[in-house]
């Protein structure tokens, strides 16, 4: 891949300012945990898989910016006739924006950057995992119950990997809690 | 930490990497196992039956994919995502419908078809020796029954500059220039029992009865300079046609088809099929469309027929309302003489078709109604201001009568002033006597009366009108 050794040190580097801005102290900021299962969909022309995985996240805001750190690990793999696929893993860090801070019903731009293996078997073909780096973009809404405002329900709708003949894209439904 | 800093650098940042990155490499590997996955497909061949490995220069052909199913194991044949390829330095060339142009000179080369990650070549020869004559009607013996089609793949001699021969498939550059020539195997005359076209460089031998026939190819050698003619090749067309029917041409189900639609407007087209049923020899019943074959006829002009063009169903045309028209058809030696060039053409003659004795022959026949035009749409007119079905229109200024025109739209999108049509009813369904009075024997007048409102109501063959008038000063 001509952009692989970049791609790496950016993610590299992104987990490091999040780290820093995690382990930092800043007022109106505050630290969140989310997980959810997501339906990752490998979509090509000719036909699409689609494997669950757990989404696991951990995140930064303050006030109308996030910073992410997704780790998505296998639930369930999906087959087509014979082919069977499933995600290992995923790693992703992603930058929220949330243009109508103020409203319960929260409005999410997201933009980030994930690496997604893929695992593949065919009969009579060598099993195989590929794995597809790039940039990540997507919405999300979520809302706080109101008797536990720390908690919230979210969605997300994120395009992990776009590429000239096939799309990553991750569907997840799931939890949030700020401390 | 000031993200608002921050954010167009990381903003920008992800945009350069959305622009630039593609593991296409990767992409590969399961865009491909998708396209196998899709169809189910696990293994790829080339159709052994259909393939051919040795081709003269400038011939052309189609190559086709085979593939195999993992579920069912069924072999099918691979129309989409194929992609062909031949090796490198080829002059041959090939495009990616498997259509192969073989060029000007002797090679060997590689033939390639990748379906998915699923890759399958031969080798292919492309030889300089000429055609010089056919010497077999068709690879391997095949037997037919009348009013039938059968694909043939004639073999012929080729020799090279080394005086070698070669003995295969004939080319496409041969194919079409084959004149075939029919006869009777008991008298020798110009056979109407069938005839061999080429369509498509794939010959086909279609019969219209019984018999045994003699067939010859007369085509230019390309060795000698002189039109060849081959040995003669024996042809038994047997009889084992059980019943023949006729459906619509939309059925399907050829064992339990019938032609349920018997009616017929006119200037619109039905669409018949004859259906052949025949007795298989391991004694089952083969149910097959056999209109391309058949002999069609029709007993009068109410209604016209003409064979589609692929010639897999009879269109029936209804010219005359009120009219019926029967349509016959046979398979086999019916009374009419038929023309040779019906033999090629389909025969479809514009008289009833009878059996000449009921041997080797079966027969039948179907009325068709033809009704008259449906009408879609009533349009009308009073004193010359369109009206709206149901919608009151005013009219104004005292008028003295009202004129009503109606002018019927036909299915056909024409259309026709039925005022004075002896099917079209008016009745005064508001205002009769105080508001307006129909004139007598002047169809659609009325005289006013009164103010108010008149409601009229007209039915035309099916269809009716509300006009709906309200008059004023």
């Known amino acids: 891949m001509k952009c692989k050794y970049n791609m790496k040190l950016f993610l590299y580097l992104s987990n490091l300012l999040f780290l820093t801005i995690f382990s930092s102290s800043i007022a109106n900021a505050g630290v969140f945990f989310a997980i959810a299962p997501a339906m990752i969909t490998v979509d090509t022309e000719n036909g699409s898989t689609r494997p669950l995985v757990a989404d696991i996240r951990l995140a930064y805001e303050i006030e109308k910016h996030q910073l992410e750190l997704a780790v998505m690990s296998s639930i369930n793999e999906d087959k087509l006739n014979q082919l069977t696929v499933d995600i290992p893993s995923i790693t992703s860090v992603f930058y929220r924006y949330s243009p109508y801070y103020e409203d319960r019903l929260k409005i999410h731009v997201i933009l980030g950057a994930s690496q997604i293996d893929v695992d593949s078997t065919y009969p009579n073909t060598a099993d195989s995992t590929d794995s597809f780096e790039g940039i990540s973009f997507g919405v999300g809404v979520e809302e706080a119950f109101i008797s536990i405002p720390e908690l919230k329900l979210k969605l997300d709708w994120i395009q992990l990997y776009r590429g000239d003949k096939l799309n990553i894209n991750a569907l997840s439904l799931g939890l949030r809690y700020e401390f | ?473």
């Not at chain 2, 067309?237 to 006119?266: Q, V």
């Open chain 2, 1 to 473: 930490m000031n993200f608002k800093k921050v954010l167009p650098f990381m903003l920008a940042a992800l945009f350069a990497f959305l622009t630039a990155c593609s593991d296409k490499e990767n992409e590969d590997n399961l865009v491909n196992l998708h396209i196998a996955a899709q169809q189910d497909i696990i293994s790829i061949s080339f159709p052994a039956d259909s393939t051919e490995t040795v081709l003269s220069i400038n011939s052309e052909f189609d190559f086709s994919l085979q593939g195999q199913k993992s579920q069912t194991q069924e072999v099918v044949t691979l129309s989409k995502n194929v992609q062909w390829s031949l090796s490198e330095n080829a002059s041959s060339t090939i495009d990616k419908n498997g259509h192969f142009i073989a060029s000007a000179n002797a090679e060997i080369i590689t033939l390639s078809a990748q379906f998915g990650h699923l890759v399958e070549s031969i080798e292919i020869r492309v030889s300089s020796a000429v055609f010089d004559r056919v010497i077999e009607l068709n690879s391997e013996v095949f037997s037919i029954d009348m009013c039938q089609s059968q694909n043939i793949k004639p073999i012929g001699r080729y020799v090279d500059e080394d005086g070698n021969e070669e003995i295969r498939p004939v080319d496409s550059t041969i194919i079409n220039t084959i004149e075939w020539l029919v006869r009777n195997q008991e008298d020798n005359i110009e056979s109407q029992r069938a005839h061999i076209e080429t369509s498509n460089n794939q010959a086909a031998v279609r019969t219209l009865s019984a018999g045994t026939i003699v067939i010859q190819a007369k085509a230019l050698s390309k060795l000698t300079g002189n039109v060849e003619t081959s040995i003669d090749f024996e042809q038994a067309i047997g009889n084992d046609l059980n019943s023949i029917k006729l459906c619509d041409s939309s059925d399907t189900d050829l064992l339990n088809c019938k032609l349920d639609t018997t009616e017929l407007e006119k200037d619109k087209t039905l669409s018949i099929i004859s259906v052949g049923t025949y007795q298989a020899t391991d004694g089952s019943s083969l149910n097959t469309n056999i209109s391309n074959n058949s002999k069609w006829g029709i007993d009068n002009t109410n209604a016209t027929i003409a064979l589609s063009a692929d010639r897999q169903q009879l269109n029936v045309t209804g010219n005359s309302e009120n009219t019926s028209t029967t349509i016959s058809v046979a398979c086999g030696d019916i009374v009419q003489s038929i023309a040779n060039k019906d033999i090629t053409k389909g025969v479809v003659l514009d008289s009833s078709v009878t059996c000449d004795n009921n041997i080797d022959c079966l027969a039948t026949t179907e009325e068709i109604k033809i009704s008259s035009l449906a009408v879609s749409s009533l349009k009308v007119t009073a004193n010359a201001n369109d009206l709206t079905d149901g919608q009151s229109f005013t009219l104004s200024g005292n008028p003295a009568e009202i004129t009503l025109v109606v002018t019927a739209v036909f299915s056909n999108n024409t259309s026709q002033v039925v005022t004075e049509d002896s099917n079209l009813a008016y009745s005064i369904l508001q205002g009769s006597g105080t508001v307006i009075e129909e004139q007598v024997d002047v169809d659609g007048v009325y005289t006013v009366e009164g103010f108010g409102t008149a409601e009229i109501k007209l039915d035309f063959r099916g269809e009716s009108f509300i006009a709906l008038l309200n008059i004023t000063l």
